[in-house]
């Protein structure tokens, strides 16, 4: 899991309780506890698995294969506007590439 240690406040503890109990801590609503949990953080730490773990009384390990299987979920905070670049096919003949080349020179420029 995460190597950086986060201390969850007794606010924070308690609004990932108050998403598990609004789908009344059933472990079949896994999914949706993570994703209520990752849209008030922002991401999914290891702590905040914990906590999901003891109220749906679902192992972490099965909340962290979750996490990592679906690529919607994150255990790592990201900026506040992601920035994404196509690069299939169509994208890359209409200069998707060279999109991604001038974010990457002025990413390393800052």
């Known amino acids: 899991m995460s190597s950086i240690k986060i201390e969850l ?15 009344n801590n059933d472990s079949q609503e896994l999914i949706n506890v993570l994703h209520g949990c990752q849209e008030y953080f922002g991401y999914l730490p290891a702590e ?8 749906l009384c679902v192992p972490v390990a099965k909340i962290y294969g979750v996490v990592t299987f679906y690529s919607f ?4 905070p990201k900026g506040k506007h992601p920035i994404s670049i196509c690069m299939g096919t169509a994208c890359y003949v209409r200069g998707g590439e060279k999109v991604l080349d ?8 800052r």
Request: charged content about 35%; hydrophobic content about 35%.
């Open 73 to 76: 979920f994150t255990m790592t």
């Open 102 to 109: 001038e974010l990457r020179k002025n990413w390393v420029s």
């Open 48 to 55: 905040v698995q914990e906590v999901i773990s003891e109220d």
């Open 9 to 23: 406040r007794k606010e924070d503890v308690a609004r990932i309780k108050e998403i598990c109990s609004s789908f």
